[in-house]
């Protein structure tokens, strides 16, 4: 289907093309067979503006208005334009017009023949002239649009160029003599090109060579100048179609077709600028290399373009220098030629494969044609020396002899042979000498440098460069040796064959000067540099394997990660001076790329140990909640409920409630020094340690805490220790004994009869345990009363703290009780793990909190 419409398209503008030359032969040549137009007006008032003598002496004067022309009345451009192109010199015209007092009168009119304005010179010259402008170059810029279509059948933006190149063929004939049918088709096929050339060229400048970031991100943008600019574009081809066909506009729609016009230009304007902003932008942030050289070489070529026309047609007329005048008419072919540059250019950067960098087209292109000059001239003077001694020799003889004619015979041989078999060689050798190697050296290895930069691991990054840099310069062996600890060792190679592995030590000498230079190092073993004379005899024969001739430092950000080793090219060229600062690019980007992918790898790894001990936490804190209680025991007359909250995955604090036997219940609370594994490692011994002590249902508790003490003791490291508060509670009698090892003094809030609330405390009756070899502790006992409310704590939660630093403190902790003194242990519990919360407002808290409740019931 696209295809098709390339057919269509290019149907129609070839009509056009052909069409409109014709009408420049007619008009140019036989100039004196067309008539002028004796008057000119408004097509939409149909007022005259100008008159020539002839319509003069009809009556016809400047401010009438046309009725009607040759006895019918007037229908629009069309019946306007068919008279003109049909008439010839001498034919008579009938005008009715209105003057403007109101009277209508009638003249009959003798056409005259059009005025030659180009002087003495020949008709058929200045045809020809015109042609070269005016016709051939616009079918050039047609038939580069048809190329590249035809090549990308499937790019909007080959689409996008071909209206483009289409646009310089509507610039220099309009409808030209057509008629009919004829005008009807050219006339819209005009308006159309003209019309869609600025919006081809916004759309251009969106999606080439890559849709714009600007339109990525704000892709309405553009349809506020396309949405107007279309509707404008409707306006005027009904406005249009009423000039040609309507007797011209009636007064509405002149005024609309007036405002859209104004409106267009200025659409126009902002499609233009829209380009260059978009452009501009895209020479900045384009994804790939190659894009940017497109854009580059796009800019270049329009510029130049685009900047001849602006000073053939504005800057040299203020000069005095015109291109219409006939000395100045070569002012005029050059702008015409160095114009084509643009067009050139557009087809360039849409169909070529990678377009190469301005400067190297302009530096091989000029050393190319320099080349291909050089070839033609020394062709040329080969052929004059043939003429010379083979060819006038026998023309000057009268009776030429038999044997003058070999002569000719190897003149016409040599001739044949420059021109089929010399030059096709010579050709291609130019071809292969420029072309190639200007790509493979300036843009090859310029993307590879900017490749390696997406690499993350060593193994494909060492593969593409090696491979690539061997394809680009015809190189059989490279070999990639890479820092592994003290040694370099052999990671990559392209046709080097060693038995086992092969490596430099850190100290070599080869080693030392790249890292000392951070330069390439040439080696030329019939010449060698002080460094390869300071190699020992094992570094040399490394070098020897890998038949270095070129070495390339890749270097880290401190630190030279590897070395590249390049034998010789196939061509046994030496490496030029471009050659070295190309790999020098590559091999510094891909020592930074292995150092990224080595950096990457070691990340990987410690992420993975990471997940491990993460795990590992995990498990740990799954086996500490274990040890907490499961469920409380239910005590006639009091609630209990405890929870720990770790500030890490795991911690060390510690709570228990278990069963002593004889009716008593343990209660246990304590806060190991330190965090984390090793914290919950000596939580579990404390716990095993108090499980073990009180099997035996003990009375004396100060004796059962030396018992914990050492035990704890001999368990830990020396700078390890635990506050510990441990009570036996009997629901019956309701009394507490207990022992304080250097915890948090246990909070108690007792209601009296007066309901006001007394707050005591469980101070500390000896030192934290674990951390002297034996210590005396002492016992304490009371008896709870009925609506008690006991509160065992760690630090972390009176120490809870908000992102200012600010303490929870224990004041705080006792004014939260006494407002739930009244409900169960459960939701005690809940409220002040709420309100320690709310305090700290989502602050990080570095220290686990625990807290064990017991209530009595009132």
């Known amino acids: 289907m696209l295809r098709a419409a390339l057919v269509l398209y290019l149907v129609a503008s070839l009509g056009y093309w052909l069409a409109a030359s014709l009408d420049m032969w007619q008009i140019r040549v036989h100039w004196d067979q067309r008539v002028e137009a004796p008057f000119r007006f408004d097509p939409d008032t149909r ?301 360039y950067v849409v169909l070529v494969q990678r377009a190469m960098d301005v400067r190297v087209i302009l530096r091989m292109g000029t050393r190319y044609l320099m080349a291909k000059a050089f070839i033609v001239v020394l062709q040329f003077v080969l052929i004059a020396i043939g003429i010379w001694r083979l060819l006038l020799p026998v023309l000057h003889k009268k009776e030429p002899e038999a044997s003058d004619f070999a002569g000719v015979l190897i003149f016409f041989g040599l001739v044949l042979a420059l021109r089929l078999g010399v030059q096709k060689r010579v050709q291609a050798w130019l071809d292969r000498k420029f072309f190639r190697e200007a790509y493979d050296a300036e843009v090859v290895l310029n993307e590879l440098s900017d490749e390696v930069r997406r690499f993350t691991e060593t193994a494909p990054l060492l593969e593409t460069v090696a491979r690539r840099v061997a394809e680009t310069l015809h190189i059989n062996q490279v070999a990639m040796l890479l820092r592994r600890g003290e040694i370099f060792q052999l990671q990559q190679s392209i046709g080097v064959t060693v038995d086992g592995t092969l490596t430099l030590p850190a100290q070599a000498s080869a080693v030392r000067y790249l890292t000392s230079t951070n330069e390439p190092a040439r080696l030329y073993r019939d010449d060698p540099d002080a460094w390869y004379l300071m190699a020992g005899t094992g570094e040399r024969h490394v070098l020897d394997m890998v038949n270095a001739e070129l070495l390339l430092p890749l270097p880290g950000r401190n630190r030279l990660m590897g070395m590249m080793a390049l034998g010789p090219k196939r061509s046994e060229a030496a490496y030029t001076p471009a050659d070295l600062h190309l790999l020098h690019t590559v091999a510094t980007q891909t020592g930074l790329a292995i150092e990224v992918a080595e950096l990457a790898h070691s990340l990987a790894t410690e992420a993975a140990q990471r997940e491990r001990v993460n795990r590992e936490i995990e498990i740990a804190r799954e086996v500490q909640e274990r040890l907490f209680p499961q469920e409380m025991p239910i005590l006639p007359g009091a609630t209990l409920a405890g929870a720990c909250r770790p500030a890490l995955g795991v911690g060390g604090d510690y709570y228990d409630v278990f069963d002593l036997g004889e009716g008593r219940t343990g209660l246990a609370i304590g806060d190991v020094s330190g965090k984390g594994i090793s914290a919950a490692l000596l939580m579990a011994s404390l716990r095993a340690s108090l499980r073990g002590v009180t099997l035996d249902n003990p009375r004396d508790f100060a004796k059962l805490m030396d018992k914990v003490n050492r035990l704890v003791f001999e368990a830990s490291a020396s700078n390890r220790y635990a506050t510990f508060f441990f009570a036996a509670f009997d629901p019956i009698t309701r009394r507490l004994e207990c022992v304080n090892a250097g915890h948090n003094p246990p909070i108690l809030l007792r209601t009296g009869l007066d309901s006001k609330t007394e707050t005591l405390r469980l101070e500390a009756d000896g030192p934290v345990v674990g951390l002297l070899p034996a210590a005396p502790y002492t016992e304490q006992a009371m008896t709870l009363m009925p609506g008690d409310l006991l509160l065992l704590y760690t630090d972390g939660i009176s120490e809870a703290m908000t992102h200012d630093d600010e303490e929870w403190g224990e004041e705080r902790l006792i004014n939260a009780a006494e407002r739930v003194k009244d409900k169960p242990a459960r939701e005690i519990l809940r409220a002040l793990f709420d309100a320690a919360d709310a305090f700290t407002a989502g602050a990080p808290q570095h220290d686990d909190m625990t807290l064990l409740v017991l209530k009595l019931e009132g």
Not at 130 to 152: D, F, I, K, N, S
Not at 302 to 326: K, W
């Open 47 to 347: 007022i005259v503006e100008s008159v020539q003598p002839e319509a003069k002496a009809a009556g016809v004067n400047k401010g009438d208005r046309i009725d009607g022309l040759n006895g019918g009345g007037y229908t629009g451009l069309a019946q306007w334009s068919e008279i003109l192109s049909d008439g010839h010199p001498g034919d008579t015209l009938d005008v009715e017009f209105t003057r403007p007092d109101g009277s209508q009168k009638t003249g009959t009119i003798t056409m005259d023949h059009a005025p030659y304005a180009f002087g003495s010179t020949s008709p058929v010259l200045v045809y020809w002239e015109e042609l070269l402008v005016a016709g051939l170059l616009p079918l050039l810029c047609l038939g580069m649009g048809y190329w590249v279509v035809l090549a990308r059948p499937l790019d909007r933006n080959a689409w996008l160029l071909l209206v483009l190149l289409t646009f310089p063929s509507t610039l220099s004939v309009n409808s030209g003599l057509a008629t009919g049918v004829s005008l009807f088709l050219r006339g819209f096929w005009y308006q159309v090109i003209q019309l869609a050339a600025s919006p081809a060229l916004l759309l251009f400048g969106v999606y080439f060579p890559e849709r714009s970031r600007i339109d990525a991100r704000a892709p309405w943008l553009k349809w506020i100048i396309l949405g107007p600019l279309a509707a404008c574009i409707v306006i005027l081809l009904v406005a249009a179609r009423a000039d040609y066909y309507s007797g011209g506009d009636g007064p509405l729609l002149t005024v609309v077709g007036n405002d859209a016009a104004r409106v267009l230009n200025f659409l126009n304007l902002l499609c233009v600028i829209f380009y260059l902003v978009l452009t501009v932008d895209k020479l900045r942030s384009a994804s790939t290399e190659d894009a940017r050289r497109r854009l580059r070489v796009l800019t270049a070529g329009t510029g130049v373009g685009v900047g001849v026309l602006l000073i053939v047609f504005v800057l040299l007329p203020h000069f005095g220098i015109n291109e219409q005048d006939r000395q100045h008419y070569w002012v005029r072919y050059l702008g015409a030629v160095l114009f084509m540059i643009a067009p050139l250019t557009l087809a």
